[in-house]
């Protein structure tokens, strides 16, 4: 997850960077890539943020779901309470959360970094 969140924090700033400047050389008169490209950031953007609420809700729902069966288990069943512990079911329900924004990151990040280097691309050329 580390790595997930070290390039979506070296490549969004780069993205906007690169857009910004592309909006403020195009002015008040964007030619038609330009408007292409600032239709393509708004669809993106909300692209990436459905898949990663639907992402995190998926994830959290599990969790939860799993939540509950462990707060039943540990209340009754006596024979079940040797083998799992309060412990157990809290580590469980913490690698979910940790899962979920895993998760809910990977859309953004995929697209932050794939935009990057498909601005730097046309920056260069």
Not at 16 to 33: E, I, N
Not at 56 to 64: D, G, S
């Amino acid at each position: 997850m580390t790595d997930d969140m070290m390039q979506l924090a070296m490549a969004a700033p780069v993205v906007v960077a690169q857009r910004m400047m592309r909006m403020a050389l195009a002015g008040t008169s964007p030619s038609a890539s330009d408007r292409k490209e600032m239709k393509r950031m708004s669809a993106e953007k909300v692209a990436a943020l459905t898949e990663s609420w639907n992402n995190t809700a998926t994830q959290m729902t599990r969790a939860y779901i799993g939540l509950s069966f462990d707060v039943m288990r540990l209340a009754w069943s006596p024979l079940y309470r040797k083998g799992s512990s309060v412990n157990t079911a809290v580590e469980r329900f913490s690698n979910a959360a940790t899962t979920s924004m895993q998760k809910s990151l990977g859309p953004i990040r995929r697209r932050a970094v794939a935009n990057s280097k498909r601005l730097g691309r046309k920056g260069r050329s």
